[in-house]
């Protein structure tokens, strides 16, 4: 029988697989034929031949992790692997979901991105070549910005992140990309994010042009992990990748609901290799482990608001180190792909001004003097009798979602549509999917006033309504707080060159700040992160 032998370029010695499975091989097949991809982990990587059955495929050789790639074709494969005392563990291969550029706690009615109890602290606005930097307001809250005056802004420190890629070409990271790989099979050097989740977690961590992140002068390295989905393969070679290039800090904020030996190897040979893992800890807003971040070796992080109090979606569990900023962050996005919306509405002589605010996927354009109508919940049912062709419809969050709302609207003639809450406070819509027609959502505030004003001045409401293409956003999760904790991490790595990867999360909890009347003091962890009481 033909066997494949693999050859190692380690230099150690080798424990050979040389057990007699002849008879193992020629047992029968399941009748059914099926591919499984399994991960071996052996105790040694060695110098010398491994041998597998010729229909065993190997497909990738993690040197470093010590773990190999295979693919199988019966249950007996794996009996026959099991009998090498070489081998410490066999797993299976799994996908996780891609992450979500707005992702909150779902609600049945519609999909809900975020919320906050109280008006936010007003958009931010876009940068351009004419205005100075900008500091998000998450930045401010970990206290990054009082670093940078007395301590460090990151010099020296590289940062891998672990995500859907990143716009290379984006001007905040003209100053500090290192370099960027492709994991998810194809082209290694195109590492493009088609997603939009891996520019704007790289730019919470590291933008230095116009919006500032929490280490701005730290080399940002980009592994492409994920496209529809996020192959376990391509998150190994990602970490693995990370440990040859020996960087200082990795963020993944990206996650799944189970772990596995493979999972809790890679990220132990991350730490050992001095490297501090930070990922998020999930939007499901339970109790609950996901993973990589509930891994013992992974500094875990949960998602405030602007006030401080845990957001909605944000998971905690017994792992969870402490929270950030993760509700209307501010951040880069790739070039073009953003939306910036404004609107103003006009009654007889009077201007009000309306914060909107664009759903993803809305369409671009500029709308003037468009009449706005009242269409309620804006069903099947409310637009009949009523004339919305050429106008603004206005409707009520509840009853279908964004999207169903949108064609409701658009397929009875309207130019635009503008969703209010049903519920005190602002809110983000995605219609999950891009569409031509302008499509926003405001508060439950100003949509009352919408309507008491169309309801005592039928007819003569007009709308002036702008959404432009930008290349910033404010998105919401879990998955926008693990990058502020990240940027805190590298500042303080480089200002305290003596710390290992295990001594700077130890900093990092002890110098989280409790948080004062939190309404929900479990879902905190050790608390808020604080970069100026780390360094000091």
């Known amino acids: 029988m033909r066997k494949q032998s693999l050859n190692f370029s380690t230099q150690k010695t080798i424990h050979s697989v040389l057990v007699a499975f002849a008879l193992l091989v020629s047992t029968a097949w399941s009748s059914g034929s099926w591919a499984k991809e399994v991960y071996l982990g052996l105790h040694q990587l060695t110098s010398e031949s491994m041998e597998f059955p010729a229909h065993i495929q190997v497909k990738e050789v993690f040197e470093k992790l010590e773990i190999i790639a295979l693919e199988i074709e019966q249950d ?15 797993d299976e291969a799994f996908e996780i979901p891609a992450p979500k550029k707005f992702i909150s706690k779902p609600y049945p009615e519609m999909e809900m991105v975020s919320k906050s109890s109280r008006p936010r602290r007003g958009p931010a606005p876009i940068p351009d070549d004419n205005q100075p930097r900008q500091v998000p307001v998450g930045v401010a809250l970990v206290e990054a910005d009082q670093v940078w005056q007395n301590f460090t802004q990151g010099e020296g420190i590289r940062v891998l992140v672990l995500d859907s890629g990143i716009d290379r070409d984006h001007p905040e990271f003209s100053a500090n990309f290192e370099k960027g790989q492709n994991f998810t099979g194809g082209n290694r050097n195109n590492f493009a994010d088609e997603n939009g989740h891996g520019t704007h977690v790289a730019g919470t961590i590291a933008g230095s042009a116009r919006v500032l992140g929490v280490a701005p002068a730290v080399k940002i390295l980009a592994g492409k992990v994920c496209n529809t989905g996020c192959n376990s393969l391509g998150i190994l070679r990602g970490v693995e990748w990370g440990i040859t290039e020996g960087v200082d800090v990795i963020n993944m904020s990206l996650g799944g609901g189970f772990g596995n030996e493979a999972g809790r190897r890679v990220y132990a040979k991350a730490e050992e290799n001095n490297i501090v893992v930070v990922a998020a800890s999930g939007n499901d807003g339970e109790r609950r482990n996901m993973f990589p971040a509930s891994y013992p070796e992974v500094f875990s992080v949960g998602a405030v608001d602007f006030d401080l109090q845990i957001a909605s979606f944000s998971n905690w569990n017994d792992h969870l180190d402490l929270v950030a900023p993760g509700v209307n962050v501010f951040s880069a996005v790739p070039r073009g792909s953003g939306r910036s919306a404004s609107a103003a509405i006009q009654v007889s002589q009077q201007s009000v001004q309306l914060e909107v605010h664009p759903m993803t996927g809305s369409g671009i354009g500029q709308l003037y003097d468009l009449e706005m109508e009242d269409v309620g919940l804006g069903l099947a049912d409310d637009y009949r009798g009523r004339d919305v062709r050429g106008k603004v419809a206005l409707v009520k969050r509840g009853g279908a979602t964004f ?50 004003l169309i309801a005592s001045n039928p007819g003569e409401v007009r709308s002036q309504i702008q959404l432009q293409a930008t290349s910033y956003q404010e998105n919401s999760g879990t998955s926008m707080a693990s990058p502020h904790v990240a940027g805190v991490a590298a500042l303080l790595r480089a200002h305290r060159r003596d710390l290992d990867a295990i001594g700077v999360k130890e900093v990092l909890r002890s110098a989280a700040q409790p948080v004062p009347n939190a309404r929900f003091p479990e879902r905190y962890g050790r608390g808020f992160i604080s970069a100026l009481r780390a360094l000091q």
């Open 76 to 90: 007996s494969d794996l009996d026959f692997l099991r009998l090498d005392p070489n081998v410490a563990f066999i």
């Open 403 to 452: 999207k169903e709302k949108y064609d409701f609207a658009i397929n009875n003639g309207a130019e635009a549509i503008l969703v209010y809450n049903n519920e005190d406070g602002d809110f983000r819509g995605t219609l999950n999917t891009d569409v031509q027609k302008v499509a926003l959502t405001t508060s439950q505030q100003a949509g009352q006033m919408l309507q008491q």
